[in-house]
């Protein structure tokens, strides 16, 4: 038997679309993987389709992160954080309750962080002691998020710096049926760094993650590449937004992210019917 795997992309508010995904699946009890992977705003709505919680995800986008607790540049201007993920990740646990008990009966569950000494990226399995700190970690915004979250003896920031797609991970542990959820359509392609100078300057301290932000793009168009035109021995089966999918990174218009969430269903609904288990 291929092993299969299932990789959600991150991308702040754009997560909106994995999330509409995911609650298709739920609705079906469509979840015919043996692992999965996330990376940032991915990280989280997995945590929701793995605890078999639907609207979790949907809930906290639109009801918690619209909040200015959570996205605030005044306060970021005053030195404080732009994007507050630790408090979201507090505030969603406190109004929507998860089913730890479901989430950790689950296939195995991996976020992607980025280790701020070699600018690399790891892949923690999340555990019952250690989730809050990998979400926070995987999520953490380098600037925008002022904490660096430390776990396992290393330090760490936002998955996506070092690797926003994992596809390439997922075929190195033996998956061969892979799907992703990307949060761009497919079109997408990441623009390189006009002024690496100034990230180099920026992050004088962490030159590797310096480093990683400068060839992220490079790095991610790979991962694109691999995705669509992947090893002969591999299956990559893709979700992707529509060409008209308007929500962004900071995206707060409440309109927008409903059609983005619809969208997010239909697109699960299409994958499934296209897909036999």
């Given at each position: 038997?291929?092993?299969?795997?299932?990789i959600?992309?991150?991308?702040a508010?754009?997560?909106?679309?994995?999330?509409?995904?995911?609650?298709?699946?739920?609705?079906?009890?469509?979840?015919?993987?043996?692992?999965?992977?996330?990376?940032?705003a991915?990280?989280s709505?997995?945590?929701?389709?793995?605890?078999?919680?639907?609207?979790?995800?949907?809930?906290?986008?639109?009801?918690?992160?619209?909040?200015?607790a959570?996205?605030?540049?005044?306060?970021?201007?005053?030195?404080?954080?732009?994007?507050?993920v630790?408090?979201?990740?507090?505030?969603?646990?406190?109004?929507?309750p998860l089913?730890?008990?479901?989430?950790?009966?689950?296939?195995?569950?991996?976020?992607?962080?980025t280790?701020?000494?070699?600018?690399?990226?790891?892949?923690?399995?999340?555990?019952?002691?250690?989730?809050?700190?990998?979400?926070?970690a995987?999520?953490?915004l380098?600037?925008?998020?002022?904490?660096?979250?430390?776990?396992?003896g290393?330090?760490?920031?936002?998955?996506?710096?070092a690797?926003?797609?994992?596809?390439?991970?997922?075929?190195?542990?033996g998956?061969?049926?892979?799907?992703?959820?990307?949060?761009?359509?497919?079109?997408?392609?990441k623009?390189?760094?006009?002024?690496?100078?100034?990230?180099k300057?920026?992050?004088?301290?962490?030159?590797?993650?310096?480093?990683?932000?400068?060839?992220?793009?490079?790095?991610?168009?790979?991962?694109?590449?691999?995705?669509?035109?992947?090893?002969?021995d591999?299956?990559?089966?893709?979700i992707?937004?529509p060409?008209?999918?308007?929500?962004?990174?900071?995206?707060?218009n409440?309109?927008?992210?409903?059609?983005?969430?619809?969208m997010?269903?239909?697109?699960?609904?299409?994958?499934?019917?296209?897909?036999?288990?």
């Open positions: 038997m291929k092993k299969r795997a299932l959600v992309e991150g991308g508010m754009r997560g909106i679309f994995a999330s509409g995904v995911l609650d298709a699946f739920m609705d079906k009890a469509f979840l015919p993987y043996d692992f999965a992977i996330g990376v940032s991915g990280a709505n997995l945590v929701g389709y793995l605890a078999n919680t639907p609207r979790r995800s949907f809930s906290i986008i639109t009801m918690i992160a619209t909040d200015k959570f996205f605030n540049p005044m306060r970021f201007a005053k030195g404080g954080h732009l994007v507050d630790k408090w979201l990740w507090d505030e969603s646990n406190r109004h929507f089913n730890c008990e479901a989430l950790f009966a689950n296939i195995p569950m991996y976020a992607a962080v280790n701020i000494d070699t600018g690399h990226a790891d892949y923690y399995r999340v555990k019952p002691k250690s989730l809050a700190n990998i979400i926070e995987t999520t953490a380098p600037i925008a998020y002022r904490d660096t979250p430390c776990l396992a290393g330090c760490y920031t936002d998955g996506g710096i690797d926003s797609i994992p596809v390439r991970e997922a075929y190195r542990r998956a061969r049926d892979i799907t992703v959820i990307l949060s761009h359509p497919l079109s997408y392609e623009k390189a760094i006009t002024m690496p100078w100034l990230i300057k920026l992050f004088s301290q962490h030159p590797n993650i310096a480093e990683s932000l400068i060839v992220r793009a490079s790095n991610y168009n790979q991962s694109l590449e691999f995705i669509k035109h992947p090893p002969k591999a299956i990559i089966r893709v992707a937004p060409e008209n999918f308007a929500v962004k990174r900071l995206t707060m409440k309109v927008t992210l409903n059609d983005g969430y619809q997010g269903k239909q697109a699960g609904q299409g994958h499934m019917n296209n897909t036999h288990q």
